[in-house]
T-cell receptor, first 110, second 115 residues
Framework: AQRVTQPEKLLSVFKGAPVELKCNYS??????LFWYVQYSRQRLQLLLR??SRESIKGFTADLNKGETSFHLKKPFAQEEDSAMYYC????????????FGAGTRLFVKA | GAVVSQHPSWVICKSGTSVKIECRSL??????MFWYRQFPKQSLMLMAT?????????EQGVEKDKFLINHASLTLSTLTVTSAHPEDSSFYIC???????????FGQGTRLTVV
């Protein structure tokens, strides 16, 4: 069965410190992985996807198939990064359902 | 960018009544839309996949007679919570998948409170 695990419910770092939000997945096929972000009082929005191999707002995420991980990283956290982050897996068959992890709340302290 | 609009943003209803939530893709066509439910401080739980012109596919444990889904056009899907009870109170979010790009966009959510 497919599953997305985000082990940390809350991550608190100081401004300027590196941040890593962990995500592990289980899926028998070839998944498509995403990170979504939800800022306070705003809707969920796509942050980045693994197939794009892009850096958005300084965040990057590398798909590690051996470790089945897709951790989100940023070298220097900013206060405006404080938000709820969800790792998500989209099946590439059977309806293309997207399954979300439990989410990690990132709090960047001044 | 693509916009998905949910209506209403919030609704309060009495136990036993039904509530309809609309999800519209405003500037793209969405053959597939998804309905999620989010409990306080929890993640989004996929309830069902809505396909234009056909029956919705429900996730295990989701009552299809309780949560009626209609996807009558390429830009509109509706979720009707029938005979609502207080335990149905939750935040319901829809997502529409752009038929052209396959990218999914989220609505702003609907907070349902059943009293």
């Amino acid at each position: 069965a497919q599953r997305v695990t985000q082990p940390e419910k809350l991550l608190s770092v100081f401004k300027g410190a590196p941040v890593e939000l962990k995500c592990n997945y289980s899926y028998s096929g070839s998944p498509e992985l995403f990170w979504y972000v939800q800022y306070s009082r705003q809707r969920l929005q796509l942050l980045l996807r693994h197939i794009s191999r892009e850096s958005i707002k300084g965040f990057t995420a590398d798909l590690n198939k051996g470790e089945t991980s897709f951790h989100l990283k940023k070298p220097f956290a900013q206060e405006e990064d404080s938000a709820m982050y969800y790792c998500a897996l989209k099946r590439n068959t059977g309806g293309f359902k997207t399954i979300f992890g439990a989410g990690t709340r990132l709090f960047v302290k001044a | 960018g693509a916009v998905v609009s949910q209506h209403p943003s919030w609704v309060i209803c009495k136990s036993g009544t039904s509530v309809k939530i609309e999800c519209r893709s405003l500037d793209f066509q969405a053959t597939t839309m998804f309905w999620y439910r989010q409990f306080p401080k929890q993640s989004l739980m996929l309830m069902a996949t809505s396909n234009e012109g056909s029956k919705a596919t429900y996730e295990q444990g989701v009552e299809k007679d309780k949560f009626l889904i209609n996807h009558a056009s390429l830009t509109l899907s509706t979720l009707t919570v029938t005979s609502a009870h207080p335990e149905d109170s939750s935040f319901y979010i829809c997502s529409a998948r752009d038929s052209r790009t396959s990218e999914a966009f989220f609505g702003q959510g609907t907070r349902l409170t059943v009293v």
